[in-house]
Every structure is written in C-alpha cells, then in structure tokens.
C-alpha cells in the first residue's frame, strides 16, 4: 500500500541525511519518477523534504523539521533496537525492519550504538516453522480458529481444532499455547510436531489473555512420566550435558571425574540423543532399564552398520 511507503520513505530519510532518489527506488523497489511523486506527497503532509542537486545532492528532512519524541532515554532505546534485531534473525517479517526503522527516527540518541549483537537465526529449526510461525501470529492477532494435525511423542497423529494464543520460544524450540476445542481446555503444542495446518474462516469463541504465566502453569501440570537418571562422565560430557540438559546437579567427584544427576520426561528424545552420542564419555548408573536401552540401542546400530566397515 501507498501509504506504508509513505510512511517507510519518511521513517527512512529521518534516521540518515541525505539519500538519492536512486536509493530509494531501489530500497522500495519502485521507479525514481514514482520516488518523486512519493516526496511530493509527503511535502504535502506537512513533512518538509528538500531536495538538493549536484554529485551529492538527493533529499533531506529539514533540520527545522522535530519529530514527537517518546520519553525514553538512550539506553532504553538500545535496548529495544537489541531486542528487536534479535527477534529480526528468527522470523522473516519485514515489518520488523520497518518497525526498527520508525524507533531509530523517534529514539533520543543521534545513532544506534551496537555494542551487543543478538542472534537468534538457528531458531529457524526449519522452513516450515518459520511459515508456521507467520501464520499463527496472524491467527492470533485476528483470533481465527486453526485446524492441525499433531504428532505426539509417542507417534500418534491427531487432527485438531484450536484456537492459538500465544507462541514461545523455550529450550531449544517453539511451542503454541492454544485451546483445544477437542480436549475444551488450553494445551501446549510444539511447532515441530505439527503436521497440516490451516487458518479457518470460524473465529474465536473465547476471550483468550496471552500470559505467560499461562505455558508456566500448563507445563506445571505436566502429566508426562519421568524418570530420574543417575550418570558418571568426563568434564567434556559434562559441559555437554550441562547445555543442553536443563535442571541436571552435577557434583565434581575428582579432576576427571563428575556425576549428575537429572529427572527427563522418559518419552523425549532429545536427553536420550544427546546421552547416545556421548558414547564412552558417559556411564549410566542408574536406572537399570536405561542401561539395557543403549545398550542395546548400540547393539542395533552396530549390527546394522557392521557390513559396510
């Protein structure tokens, strides 16, 4: 939409000083004649853009001209430039960088000073869950019912009907708070389970508060089995374990040796992947069963690899 460009155009010229009407055709890709029209209309807002000639000329907001500034302080502006440049390397939404633009023309500070850079690209997980991401975020703002198939940690696929509210990146993945219009009651769906999905026309028939005390509630009435796993393992096992195994205690025993301890949802993947790759590195203690599952886990993988070595 015209007015969107306006808009952007304007924010634009606010945070540099003087930029070519080349520039701009090519940052909005449309024609320089298009550009000029552009500026005309936004003179004719009331917003005074000159336009300078020459091998350096091109068009400049009047220095005369003030923005309304919020009352916030330089650092408080950093620090939503941060957060929002975080947020710009996990999703692909360009009004993200239209929303960065219009903060830089209204902070206090003169430039934007990148003394940390945050990103969060790897939180793509995949193609698919960027798209689903975008598509949720609208079903949300719009408060559409969406329909999906779910695959849980056990395999079986369902087809549901919910009505999203809320989406949260945590322990190395996204997850969808959502009412399930099947179960009548708010569940946690990660993205990555999710196989079908599509925004239908029905809205919905809730009022739903997206807190997010909300996910900590409903994984406080986590109804999974657990398991509590006891382990022996070297100090490079032990960083491993440590990153990327929440909530595990880990008592040094000697300069080479550790224990942990860690209670895991016994039907995840990820403890139990993690624990497979560290081979050697890492010996179970207890439970006894756990023992006897990568033990004979390595079995099969040795059995099945055995031909071709």
Request: net charge positive; aromatic share 10%; hydrophobic share 40%.
């Amino acid at each position: 939409m015209r007015i969107d460009r306006l808009l952007s155009i304007t924010t634009y010229l606010l945070n540099r000083n003087i930029v070519t009407g080349k520039e701009l055709a090519e940052k909005f890709e449309v024609s320089e004649r298009t550009i000029q029209r552009d500026i005309e209309a936004i003179n004719m807002a009331g917003i005074p853009i000159v336009s300078l000639k020459g091998a350096h000329g091109g068009y400049q907001i009047m220095d005369t001209f003030k923005l309304l500034k919020q009352a916030n302080n330089k650092e408080d502006m950093e620090i939503i430039l941060m957060a929002l440049k975080g947020l710009e390397t996990t999703l692909d939404d360009n009004h993200i960088s239209t929303t960065i633009e219009k903060i830089k023309s209204v902070s206090n500070s003169d430039k934007y000073n990148e003394t940390i850079s945050v990103d969060f690209s790897v939180i793509h997980e995949n193609t698919s869950i960027s798209k689903y991401i975008q598509i949720l975020s609208k079903a949300i703002v719009n408060r559409k019912v969406v329909s999906i198939t779910y695959s849980s940690a056990d395999n079986f696929i369902s087809k549901r009907e919910i009505e999203p509210v809320l989406l949260k990146y945590k322990w190395y993945t996204w997850y969808l708070v959502a009412y399930c219009k099947n179960k009548q009651d708010y569940r946690i769906f990660k993205l990555a389970r999710i196989g079908e999905l599509s925004v239908t026309n029905q809205d919905c028939m809730i009022q739903h508060v997206a807190e997010e005390k909300l996910f900590d509630t409903l994984m406080g009435n986590d109804n999974r089995k657990y398991i509590h796993i006891k382990l022996l393992c070297n100090k490079k096992a032990m960083y491993i374990i440590k990153e990327y195994i929440p909530n595990c205690k880990i008592h040094e025993l000697n300069d080479k040796e550790f224990s942990c301890e860690i209670d895991v949802p016994e039907n995840e993947r990820m403890w139990y992947a993690i624990l497979l790759s560290l081979g050697d590195d890492v010996k179970i203690i207890k439970p006894d069963s756990l023992k006897k599952r990568l033990y004979y886990q390595a079995k099969k993988i040795i059995n099945f690899y055995k031909d071709d070595i």
